[in-house]
């Protein structure tokens, strides 16, 4: 009778421990869901930042529109990733963790460059399309004077060293070569010697003059949006990182926690188990003897 009070007493400890890891075991992996999503944003982060670089690359090279639409997308959509990890309860547990301020700082800021790169390409297509057809006035009159051979010669030289400062203007210059910019100068000089002070020449070598500096400010001001742009993206990426890095170590740790109470479980059943059978075996040995 004694023995079987113990074995009692032993199962309803098992039963009672058992409810409380088993309950722990369930808290942990409900939590599980909340970690792989904070990966998945990570991941989603990820891949809208190179999206938008690409989306940048096929504006600027090919002048497709709807990458500008495309690239507005993708900023909205961060901002509701952040703005839902930001009101969830993972943000108030780990807050020191998660640098919402900065991040939507960097959201902000990336958008307002992406606005100014495509306003200073805009200008730079207009002023190329302005070159474009003051050109033809130049040339226009070029043809309207006697002997306009070394006058088309200049302005064709004019052209070559405008386009090969826009092609190369960020790439160094090779040495003891002067810059396209000097060249250009020199072709500029060698058409108003050959027009002889002609006002017509003068006039539109002024305004051709104005264009080219305007057009090189805007590329100047798109170039370094671009590397602002460049800028705030790592520290997008870098927020794609916090939240994979953190996701990640709270997983870690889960997956031990689970382990380690999966053993505790199985240990405490196994060792009560052994009592349990001993005591059972005794009392059919002693209830032979007695018959």
Known sequence: MKNITVVKTAFSVCILLSLLIGTLLLLNVKAIPKYTRLIDSGKEIM????EMQIEEKDYLLYHKEDALDNVKDKIDNLRKILSFHEKSTLAERHGGFFEFTVWEEAITLYERLFDQFVLYHKAVEKNIAERRELEKDILAVIYSKMNPERGIIALQEICIHEKGYLIYRNHP???????????????????????????????????????????????????????????????????????????????????????????????????????????????????????
Not at 221 to 230: E, G, I, P, S, V
Not at 235 to 262: P, Q, V, W
């Open 47 to 50: 891949e809208s930042v190179l």
């Open 173 to 291: 210059n090779p040495p003891d070569e002067r810059s396209f910019e000097d060249k250009r100068k020199e072709a500029v000089l060698n058409l108003l010697i050959w027009a002889e002070k002609d006002k017509r020449i003068e006039e539109l070598m002024d305004k051709d003059n104005r264009l080219f500096n305007e057009i090189k400010n805007n590329y100047e001001c798109q170039d370094n949006t671009l590397h602002a742009l460049k800028g705030e993206s790592v520290i997008i990426r870098n927020m794609a990182a916090t939240f994979s890095e953190k996701g990640d170590k709270r997983l870690y740790i889960i997956y031990h926690r689970c382990k380690f109470l999966s053993i505790i479980l199985l240990s405490m059943w196994f060792i009560t188990a052994i009592p349990i059978v001993a005591t059972r075996v005794v009392d059919k040995l002693g209830a032979k003897g007695k018959g």
